[in-house]
């Protein structure tokens, strides 16, 4: 089984310590996610699982929220994405905005049961 594995990516953050760079840093996450889909089809991932921290925190403007989830969105593997201690899964969390719902290829694992996968099988926690 092949995927590519990666987390920390905390999409929204605000980098206030770099100054006026921070808009450049903050797009910067974004195109770190499109290379990470690029990635997974050079490499011929079976899958790639976001393992925690996607983003800032909960309060990240939820049309950034839209925009990783279409950049996820044209991934050609399923993308299982986790959230983290800065993203929770909780009331009004960036995971209950409608879109993920709509991506078929992204997969938001909810709940810490095992998740059966072609090859093998996911263990979130």
């Known amino acids: 089984m ?3 594995h990666t987390a920390d990516w905390q999409i929204g953050m605000k980098a206030a310590h770099v100054g006026a760079v921070g808009g450049r840093l903050r ?4 195109e770190a996610a499109r290379k ?6 050079t490499q011929g991932a079976e899958f790639i699982l976001l393992a925690g921290d996607t983003f800032e925190d909960n309060g990240v403007d939820r049309v950034l929220v839209q925009k990783l989830a279409d950049i996820l969105g044209k991934s050609a593997v399923p993308v299982y994405i986790i959230p983290g201690n800065h993203d929770p899964l909780v009331p009004g969390s960036v995971w ?3 879109v993920w719902g709509e ?6 694992l909810e709940t810490p049961e095992p998740l059966e996968i072609p090859g093998g099988t996911l263990y979130p926690c």
């Open 2 to 4: 092949k995927f590519v």
């Open 27 to 30: 797009e910067a996450r974004l």
């Open 36 to 41: 990470v889909i690029g990635v997974a089809e």
């Open 96 to 98: 209950d905005h409608p």
């Open 103 to 108: 991506q078929e290829k992204i997969q938001v």
